[in-house]
């Protein structure tokens, strides 16, 4: 984002690192459906274990890419001037805890779906249809190379529109489709399942491309890297891992998946308040550490 040549293109120049989630989803259903196909029954058992021993190389592959990344130019300016905070996750907690928790509840209605829209739907198709798990692994790889479209057309627009307004529009939508989802995947047919998870992939590029930017705009240059940082993996704690687990119980203790659409509500209900709670800075010079004394650092 800090290295767009103007801030009309912040959100499209900070979507690029989001390409890694549906580019990694695309290859590893790719690779789960070459070595199910290789392997067979095998698969279970031993099988799965390939892919996730050759994945080591791309660790080392990003842990290079990471150590050889420069600092971006707004950070540099800020570190020859004598700015750079001695202790930045502390600072940034006490003077911007509000904007770590509003950015980490503003990923509710984007990430704990996309648990369930990508991992949850292969267990959930497969046991009430008993379509095979190829299928739904095809309809998550088409789903994830629309993704890559996606992502910057709502980055873009986000930059013409705000980033607020596109955001919260993904969120609404989110809620919107919880019911006809489970819908589509308890009594549809194969296209109607198959149309459903691909678009449902779309409604999380629309809040996932501007994601970057609004989360990074909402903390000054010093304390950016480190704030952004923990409103994000918060999330990941709170709204990601258990969405699974938490979906598999619901359809466990009530029978009907429509409980699960009552959990992406409220998940998309948490983030609408989070992101109306959020100033939109997508069109203002966030250089300017004037613009961030209004919030919760006023030392900043």
């Known amino acids: 984002m800090e290295w767009s040549r103007s801030r009309g293109s912040r959100g499209l120049v900070a979507s690029w690192p989001q390409f890694g989630v549906p580019s990694g989803l695309f290859l590893s259903n790719l ?11 095998g698969f279970a058992t031993w099988g799965w274990r390939v892919p996730f021993l050759l994945s ?61 829209f990508t991992t949850f739907v292969l267990i959930y198709v497969v046991s009430r249809h008993g379509f095979s798990r190829t299928f739904v692994l095809n309809a998550v790889l088409v ?73 990074g705009e909402s903390f000054p240059t010093h304390l950016r890297y480190g704030g952004a940082g923990l409103g994000y993996q918060l999330a990941s704690v709170f709204a990601g891992g258990p969405a699974p ?22 998940a998309a209900i948490i983030t609408i308040g989070c992101v109306a709670a959020l100033p939109d800075r997508s069109r203002v010079d966030i250089e300017d550490a004037a613009v961030y004394r209004g919030a919760s650092d006023p030392g900043s």
């Open 31 to 41: 690779a789960i459906l070459g070595f199910s196909a290789w392997t067979g029954p």
């Open 56 to 116: 080591l190389v791309l660790v080392a592959v990003g842990l290079v890419i990471r150590l050889k990344i420069l600092e971006t130019p707004m950070f540099a300016k800020v570190q020859q001037e004598g700015k750079t905070a001695r202790v930045p996750v502390i600072e940034v907690i006490r003077n911007h805890w509000r904007e770590i928790l509003l950015s980490a509840g503003l990923r509710f209605s984007e990430q704990m779906p996309f648990y369930l």
């Open 143 to 215: 789903g994830a190379l629309c993704e890559l479209v996606a992502i910057p057309f709502f980055s873009q627009l986000s930059d013409r529109l705000g980033r607020k307004r596109v955001y919260l529009t993904g969120a609404v939508l989110t809620a919107l489709i919880a019911f006809p989802y489970f819908a589509v995947l308890t009594h549809g047919g194969a296209v109607l399942i198959f149309v459903a998870v691909v678009v449902s992939l779309q409604v999380h590029a629309m809040q996932y491309g501007p994601q970057a930017a609004l989360i």
């Open 245 to 266: 687990l938490i979906a598999t119980w619901l359809l466990h203790e009530t029978g009907t998946p429509y409980s699960i659409s009552i959990y992406i509500v409220l």
